[in-house]
């Protein structure tokens, strides 16, 4: 499975961006999809995590309410619809695509990895 996101760029805080995920050589209506970022000098993080049928998502609680992930099993895509961003957001985000059982938040379960794209969020 080859992923690449896409979507990052340069914000002001309280704007918004929307990152998309697409995948190619395996279809990703069987795995369970994620986002996670890495900031500078910390380490990678989860964002957020889709189920396979897309009915079930969850966030990390520093992008509760702001970030919606979602998907389309249609076009192997997954986005992140991220709102009011804070210059904490700012980071690589990249997504990653699992195929075990359960949905998940940590990233040691996914199996695959996009390049990231690169968010930054000027105060």
């Known amino acids: 499975v080859q992923l690449q996101a896409f979507g990052g760029g340069l914000v002001q805080a309280g704007g918004s961006l929307r990152l998309s995920c697409t995948a190619s050589?395996?279809?990703?209506?069987?795995?369970?999809m994620g986002w996670f970022r890495q900031a500078p000098g910390k380490e990678r993080e989860f964002v957020a995590a889709i189920t396979r049928s897309g009915g079930n998502a969850y966030y990390a609680d520093s992008v509760k309410g702001r970030f919606t992930i979602s998907r389309d099993n249609t076009k192997n895509t997954v986005s992140l619809q991220m709102n009011s961003l804070k210059p904490e957001d700012t980071a690589v985000y990249y997504c990653a695509a699992s195929y075990g059982l359960r949905s998940s938040f940590n990233q040691y379960d996914y199996d695959y990895w996009g390049q990231g794209t690169q968010v930054t969020v000027s105060s």
């Open positions: 050589g395996r279809t990703v209506s069987s795995s369970h």
